[in-house]
């Protein structure tokens, strides 16, 4: 297919112009699919890539430069560009295939399980959430004696502080915790 004259350089109306874009369509629709038909071995993929391809022209025609390059040269990129979408999103669409492919679906048996579990740690989570709420060396020091079973005085040792610190910091960190323990359910989400 011969390159438009210079007269035809002028794109950029074609998204709004049906006439305009029905020659230009004409002019490359064989170059397009050919193009396509490459880089894709489904006809119908092809098929719509191609369209695709054309709609894109629709959007993207008023950008179109000559300067810059050929017509046929701009529509192989906007048909690269629509091609690499493409492939994206077949490469996002296997990755969601695979990862469900890898789960069995629950039975309502399953469900139940899961969601009797679920209430039952929902102290732990609760008592978790409280935790977070305390500075990290406290929280360090209510984990080494609530958790790993040490003394205040071991746990103190630990940690560098004098053992009436650790104390303090043990009372202040137990009142916290009850604190936050006693909101409402709702706040705590």
Known sequence: MSEPSRADDDIS???????AFEVFYRRHLEAV????????????????LTADVFLAVIESAAGY???RGSQIGWLYGVARNVIGDERR???????????LAGRRDLG?????????????????????????ELPEGTRTLVELVAVDGLTVAEAATV???????????????RR?????????????A
Do not use: K
Request: glycine letters at 6%; charged letters at 30%; a positive charge.
């Open 89 to 99: 999103r077949a490469a996002q669409r296997l990755r969601v295939t695979g990862r």
């Open 13 to 19: 109306g074609i998204g709004a112009d049906p006439v």
């Open 108 to 132: 309502p048996d399953d469900i139940a399980r899961i969601e009797e579990r679920i209430d039952a740690e929902s102290a732990a989570r609760r008592t978790h959430r409280a935790l977070s």
């Open 33 to 48: 699919g050919r193009f396509v038909a490459r880089r894709v071995d489904d006809p119908h993929l092809a098929a719509d």
């Open 159 to 173: 940690l560098g502080v004098s053992p009436v610190a650790a104390r303090v910091r043990l009372h202040r960190a």
């Open 176 to 188: 916290v915790v009850r604190a936050v323990l006693a909101r409402p359910v709702t706040t705590l």
């Open 65 to 67: 430069r000559p300067d």
